[in-house]
């Protein structure tokens, strides 16, 4: 049974920083990709970041790009999103993603399992 479970989100000041931790089960990293998205109340759910298997190619929405980083750890299963410097427009539930694809894409149709997802709040 595959699963992704999403943790870390909360309430921080604008200018703080959160990470994100994604542990996955029922999937092997060196094959899936995987990614983060999210949602604010009232819009689409939009890309934010993923991380392709093997070489570990990385892409980034250009909101988010030099603030955010997403990394793995193949030994503990588990994906990360290092979140700094947060504006409140990066309040969201934030998901975690898995797909299948060899060179990095936030493109929805490639990701086939979802997380429940974390809230992350930015305000003062």
């Known amino acids: 049974q595959v699963q992704l479970a999403e943790s870390g989100g909360g309430l921080v000041q604008p200018g703080g920083s959160l990470r994100l931790s994604c542990v996955t089960s029922?999937?092997?990293?060196?094959?899936?990709?995987f990614g983060w998205f999210r949602q604010a109340p009232g819009k689409e759910r939009e890309g934010v970041s993923c991380i392709s298997p093997g070489d570990g190619g990385t892409s980034y929405a250009d909101s988010v790009k030099g603030r955010f980083t997403i990394s793995r750890d193949n030994a503990k299963n588990t994906v990360y999103l290092q979140m700094n410097n947060l504006k409140p427009e990066d309040t969201a539930v934030y998901y975690c993603?898995?797909?299948?694809?060899?060179?990095?894409?936030?493109?929805?149709?490639?990701?086939?399992?979802w997380g429940q997802g974390t809230q992350v709040t930015v305000s003062s």
């Open positions: 993603a898995a797909g299948i694809f060899s060179s990095p894409s936030l493109s929805q149709s490639l990701y086939h399992d």
């Open positions: 029922g999937f092997t990293l060196d094959y899936h990709g």
